[in-house]
C-alpha cells in the first residue's frame, strides 16, 4: 500500500521532507496558512534544489486539513519552533496517522513540553534530530557499545556554523530578524537552533551518566533592540570526573563540526564536512581505522524517512524518540533561564 505523508509547512524544511518522502514512492501532502509562501516554493525554493517543482505533491488548505479522512503514515510539523506544541494537539484532535515528526527544537524554552509526557499516544511522537540517525552517528555509537576504547571518560562536541550560512540557504530571507531566529522567546539563537549537539550531549549522557549530571554554562548573548538571543554557549556536563563539553557557536565564519570521545583505550574522532559532502570517523586505539560515509543534505532526510515508517527499526529511531526530545528541552530550559 502506497504509504502517506503531510506536512505542515511549505519552507525549508518542508521542502527536504516533501522530497523525502516522493524520494521514497509516498504520496506526499503539505499545507501552510502563508499561500505566498507556497507559490515561492512552487517556482523558486524547490526547482532551485530538486531541478523542477514535483507536480505529484499535493497541497491542502489549512482550513481543509481538517476535513482529511487518509490514514498518514507519517505528519511532519516544520513551522517555527513556537507553534510545535499547539499543532502538535490540533493533529492528534483532527488527524489520523501512525507517526507524528515535530522538526527540533521540541518547543520553545518555558513552554510546558513536559505535559506531552502525560499523553496517551506519546511513543508516536518523534522530533527531527536527524544527525543523530545519520549512518556515521549510528556506527560511531556502535563502536562505543562494541568496546572499541573502553570507558568514555570525556566527549567533545563541536557545533559552528555562522547564522549567515542559513541565511545564504534561504535567499529569500534578508536579514537575521526577519526570522525568528533572532528572538529566543520565538525558539532562536543557537543553543535552540543548533539544539543538534544538545541533543547529542543527552545521547552520550545515557551512555556515560546513570545519575544526575551538573552542568556549567558560559553564554554570549546579543541585547540589541528588539533582538535577545545566544549566539556563543559554552556548555559542559560533568559527573565523577567524566565530562561531555559542548561549544556551540554561531559567529565563527568556518563551519565546523565534530566530536572527540576520549575512552580508557583510545579515542574516537568524528568529522562533518558539508562543502566536501564527507562524514569520517577516525577510530584512535591499537588498531587505527578511518571510516569515510558520503553525505548530503537531501540524503540526511531521506534517511530519516526511511528508518521511521519504511525499515521502522526501533533501535535507530530510539534516538528521535520523545524521550530524547524532552531531555534535550530540559537542559536548553536549565541553559537559558538564567540569562
Known sequence: MLKKILIFGAGSIG??????????GCDVYFTDINFDQVIYLKNNLYPSRYKKWDKKIKFIPFNEVTKLKDYFNLVVLGVPPQYHLS?????????????????????VFNQDFKSLNKMNNKNKIFCGFNHSVSKSILKLFNLIKENKIGNINSVIINWKEDFNYILKAHPWIKN??????????????????????IHLAVLFKNIMFKDKFLIEKNILINKKKNEFYDFKSDIIFKNKGKKISTYIDTISKTVKKNIQINGSKGSIFWLR?????????FINNSKNKKINFKINRRADF???HKNLYINENKKIIKNLNLKNSIETMVCINRLLNNV
Open 15 to 24: 521542502a527536504h521532507h516533501m522530497n523525502a518522502g516522493r524520494s521514497l
Open 87 to 107: 499543532l502538535l494537539k490540533f493533529c492528534f484532535k483532527h488527524l489520523k496517522f501512525k507517526k507524528i515528526l515535530v522538526e527540533k527544537p521540541l518547543s
Open 176 to 197: 537575521l530578524k526577519d526570522t525568528y531566529l533572532s528572538t529566543l522567546k520565538s525558539g532562536g539563537g543557537g543553543i535552540q537552533e543548533y539544539s543538534h549537539a
Open 273 to 281: 564536512e558539508l562543502e566536501k559532502k564527507k562524514e569520517t570517523i
Open 302 to 304: 531521506i534517511n530519516e
